[in-house]
């Protein structure tokens, strides 16, 4: 093979090695923003989660203290 042949192949060779490197860094750009994205999803479920959890406890609150003031005003239980 000559030289000139050698040199084409290897730039070539190259060429798609810089092509492939480009397309997996752009993989992992894209597979960091999801990761990232998932985090603040997950945070979002556990505030979430504790609004729900403090939204129960107050319709629990409230509901004992209509019924003390249902007693306190009817004097019925």
């Known amino acids: 093979m000559s ?4 040199r084409q192949s290897g730039t070539t060779t190259s060429a798609l090695a810089d092509g492939e490197l480009q397309l997996l860094q752009q ?3 894209a597979l960091q923003q999801i990761r990232s994205s998932l985090k603040a999803v997950k945070q979002m479920v556990g505030c ?3 609004n ?3 939204s ?3 319709s629990h609150n409230l509901a004992e203290l209509n019924q003390g003031w249902k007693i ?5 239980k």
């Open 3 to 6: 030289n000139f042949k050698k």
């Open 27 to 29: 993989e992992l750009q």
């Open 48 to 50: 979430l989660n504790q």
């Open 52 to 54: 729900l959890q403090l």
């Open 56 to 58: 129960i406890k107050n």
């Open 72 to 76: 306190f005003f009817t004097g019925q």
